[in-house]
């Protein structure tokens, strides 16, 4: 007969054990690896913005101000790249 409380399933092994070390380690390089990621990626994204404010600019300004006018192939590049990196 078993007593109260006991059971008849082994420890776990200390290989399969995750110490609070272990686990916050775990934590802080899957943040770091997601903070790098999103670094990276506002970068890129702020690079993107600014070719597409200074195409739009020199676009706006050969029409003489008037947004109008059919947008040339740099200005829709621009505007496709900031598309691309801001889809999920």
Do not use: W
Not at 22 to 29: G, I, K, M, T
Not at 51 to 72: M, S, V
Not at 75 to 86: D, G, S
Request: hydrophobic share 40%; proline share 6%.
């Amino acid at each position: 007969m078993l007593a109260a409380g006991c059971s008849r399933e082994p420890a776990p092994s200390p290989a399969t054990t995750l110490t609070l070390g272990d686990v916050s380690a775990s934590v802080r390089s899957n943040l770091a690896h997601y903070t790098n990621g999103a670094l990276r990626e506002h970068a890129r994204l702020q690079a993107a913005k600014a070719r597409f404010d200074l195409a739009y600019r020199l676009a706006l300004e050969a029409n003489l101000g008037d947004t109008r006018f059919p947008a040339r192939g740099d200005v829709v590049k621009a505007a496709q790249e900031i598309e691309a990196l801001t889809k999920p």
